[in-house]
């Protein structure tokens, strides 16, 4: 069932076990799995939580994450797995099923748009997250860019060439000397201030432990890491999972940004994508990054839609109110 076209690194039984690992009570996970027969044809991860809804607190099903940055992916096979699905998230007990970044082209989102009325289905925003395809080689990849692109990619080179590079694998992977360097790093940039700096959170903190050392005993962690003499600066770390190497988190010293250090962690890491026979693409988006650069690298742009499903309740009321309120003042405006 999780071939490449289908795979998700959110619905992998490693980074599930290791949100349930690092809950402690923190969220209410619910796994659905849809079967014909023997057949599995569904498979769906959610969190029973609340959405914050102009200051309104409503009972909701959204993506199960515990670094905040989840995506809504759920895998059908079949057509007939999206009723099914749909009504049982129904039945836990939510006002509103809230979609975060989800395929648009999914049989879940074709179900809700040809099955359910306005009233119900409210699609709200669009992103366009970045892949990168790995079918050739790092020079016949950037050969295909533009000169504008392969100068700025020169540049970059240039700014962070004093800085010492080590890329960590299965082959020299230290989940504890990795997570200690990116705990100096984070503290000595923008993530602190934000309050996105997951090593100050234990369970966070605890989660990413899990995830890359489960990670590294199936030879899946990837790690870069950028020194300045023997001092970490900047990091990027992904994980692999059937064929595609996903970006899970980037971050560097503030000081480091006229060096390009963050861009180039990165960098480095897409150049090992391409070099391994075993990863077909690069997936940059898991982390909700705001970065136009990532869609310049990219070969392959995947629409993915925000939207909520109203069940009913309070929560779903308040919404379509909401809703009304807004399309009655844009009407004023004109």
């Not at 809230?98 to 049989?107: A, E, G, I, T």
Request: charged share 20%; glycine share 4%.
């Amino acid at each position: 069932m999780l071939r490449y076209d289908h795979a998700s690194i959110h619905l992998s039984s490693d980074y599930i076990l290791s949100i349930w690992q690092a809950d402690d009570g923190a969220l209410n996970p619910h796994i659905f799995i849809i079967y014909n027969g023997d057949i599995i044809v569904g498979l769906a991860a959610i969190d029973k939580s609340k959405y914050i809804y102009r200051s309104f607190a409503i009972d909701a099903a959204i993506p199960l994450d515990y670094d905040r940055y989840g995506r809504s992916d759920v895998i059908l096979l079949d057509e007939s797995a999206a009723p099914i699905l749909y009504n049982a998230v129904r039945q836990i007990g939510v006002d509103i099923w809230h979609l975060d970044r989800f395929p648009k082209n999914s049989l879940i989102v074709k179900y809700c748009e040809d099955v359910l009325p306005h009233s119900q289905y409210y699609p709200y925003e669009d992103n366009e997250l970045a892949i990168i395809e790995t079918n050739c080689d790092w020079d016949d990849y950037l050969a295909s860019k533009s000169s504008n692109f392969r100068r700025s990619h020169k540049r970059i080179k240039q700014a962070s060439s004093a800085l010492r590079s080590i890329l960590y694998t299965h082959e020299n992977g230290d989940v504890e000397k990795i997570l200690s360097e990116i705990s100096m790093i984070n503290a000595q940039s923008w993530k602190k201030e934000a309050g996105s700096d997951f090593s100050t959170d234990s369970k966070r903190l605890y989660f990413f432990e899990q995830l890359m050392q489960k990670s590294l005993n199936k030879n899946s962690l990837v790690a870069n890491i950028l020194y300045d003499e023997d001092m970490p600066v900047a990091y990027t770390f992904g994980v692999i999972f059937h064929q595609k190497l996903y970006a899970i988190e980037t971050g560097y010293v503030d000081q480091y940004s006229d060096h390009s250090a963050g861009i180039m962690s990165y960098i480095n890491i897409m150049q090992y994508a391409f070099s391994n026979p075993k990863i077909i693409a690069c997936d940059m988006d898991i982390i909700r990054a705001n970065g136009a650069y990532k869609k310049r690298w990219a070969n392959i742009i995947n629409i993915h839609s925000n939207a909520i499903i109203m069940f009913g309740g309070f929560g779903s009321m308040l919404i379509r109110a909401g809703r009304i309120f807004s399309v009655i003042k844009n009407k004023l405006r004109r």
